[in-house]
């Protein structure tokens, strides 16, 4: 699940704002090439502070049925709010910039609507247009908002540098911009930048000397994501993710809530199936809604869906990797090695059917998983690691393109 804008995946997200465990700055093609753990944490302040990071002050219904869950599997200190990038201040009131001494936008104290996930409406969300973008334009920066760059060349004509080639997004006539630098930086997300890489990696003028290692090692969240739908009730007063509960060192379970009227979600669902076969699928499709028929007819005609849905965001840190390599219709992912992302986690199906209990609610997920056994992901990363050499990751510590000097990948 991806999207494109000016603020990034800061649009859509949720904002929270975790920092990851000490084992994370110690795995993978990274490890031991610096203090990973030291070298960020002043970055990770930096970045708490321009993104106006605070503790979530308000639980919200669903929030307080994981808090009770967490209490029956003894695991109540392993609950907690969640730290997120949102401006509450007084609801509904709009306030001069309180983040940058004033130099920032006007902002507004959250109205707890749960819309955070569509792209706030009412200026409490702290996207990356409310600060970085902001004060970065206002220090000359150019933000150029549907364009597509289309290619990265070295600049032969100069013999230093590079060419950036850009179109428009929209419109019948969508003519190439050049741009020259000595310095570029990718920062498209995975998608976007390892698509480029790929695609200037096949090319002769392009970037024939990338590292083989780009599109490898990419990794998800190896998450699943359940909605679980109980009429009457109203879910949506919150943040997006307003709590979070450690299930263990490397599983925990989030409550999203969406804000009401955003029903398009249930033309996406079916019944809770897990199974590792389609027929399985099926059959405990089938048996799940016979088994709660009242449940489940009452989810399929409930007036609001969003208003009367929690989604159960699961997620756990496995040792799977993917490749992502060039296809007809854009990226591809394949199995690299390791423990394949999963649309079926016990865990996480025994977590939401006692969401379902509390609520008296019926639980769905997304019709790929029960149809195709196909897993969802919202976090994709990797695909241009860090590694010592070209033959261990495709950038070095730096961040720069192992073979090309000036070219960089955040």
């Not at 597509?148 to 070295?154: I, Q, Y």
């Not at 100069?158 to 850009?166: M, S």
């Not at 019944?271 to 389609?278: C, E, S």
Request: charged share 20%; proline share 6%; glycine share 12%.
């Amino acid at each position: 699940l991806s999207g494109v804008g000016v603020g990034g995946g800061s649009l859509v997200y949720a904002n929270t704002l975790p920092v990851p465990k000490a084992s994370f700055f110690e795995e993978g093609s990274w490890a031991g090439l610096r203090d990973w753990q030291a070298e960020l944490a002043p970055h990770y302040a930096t970045a708490k502070r321009m993104l106006g990071a605070t503790r979530n002050p308000f639980l919200g219904r669903t929030d307080e049925l994981l808090r009770e869950i967490a209490a029956e599997r003894g695991q109540a200190d392993r609950f907690s709010p969640t730290d997120v990038a949102v401006y509450f201040g007084e609801p509904g009131v709009e306030v001069d910039d309180p983040f940058f001494g004033g130099e920032g936008p006007r902002r507004r104290g959250c109205i707890l609507c749960g819309g955070c996930m569509l792209g706030c409406r009412h200026g409490a969300k702290n996207t990356l247009d409310r600060n970085y973008l902001w004060l970065a334009e206002r220090r000359g920066a150019v933000v150029l908002p549907e364009t597509r760059v289309e290619a990265v060349r070295p600049d032969s004509a100069r013999g230093q540098g590079y060419v950036v080639e850009a179109r428009p997004t929209f419109g019948l006539r969508r003519p190439l911009q050049a741009f020259t630098a000595d310095k570029v930086v990718l920062a498209g997300g995975v998608l976007g930048t390892v698509d480029l890489l790929a695609a200037m990696k096949g090319v002769p003028d392009g970037l024939p000397e990338l590292s083989d290692q780009v599109g490898r090692d990419v990794r998800t969240n190896s998450e699943a994501l359940f909605g679980v739908t109980a009429p009457g009730t109203d879910l949506t007063r919150g943040v997006a993710i307003g709590s979070i509960l450690h299930t263990d060192e490397r599983s925990h379970l989030e409550p999203v809530r969406y804000p009401a009227g955003s029903g398009l979600y249930r033309i996406m669902v079916l019944p809770h199936a897990p199974g590792n076969t389609l027929p399985a699928r099926l059959l405990a499709s089938v048996r799940y809604a016979l088994s709660h028929p009242r449940r489940a007819l009452g989810a399929a005609f409930v007036r609001d869906f969003s208003k009367s849905s929690a989604i159960l965001l699961y997620m756990r840190s496995a040792e799977g990797k993917l490749s992502l390599v060039r296809g007809a219709f854009g990226l591809d992912s394949r199995v690299e090695d390791g423990e394949a992302p999963s649309a079926s986690i016990p865990e996480a199906t025994a977590l939401a059917e006692a969401f379902a209990d509390k609520m008296g609610g019926f639980v769905q997920s997304l019709f790929t998983e029960t149809l195709l056994g196909s897993p969802t992901t919202a976090h994709i990363l990797g695909g241009a690691v860090i590694g010592r050499t070209a033959a261990e990751g495709v950038i070095g510590p730096d961040h720069q393109v192992h073979g090309y000097p000036g070219l960089y990948v955040c």
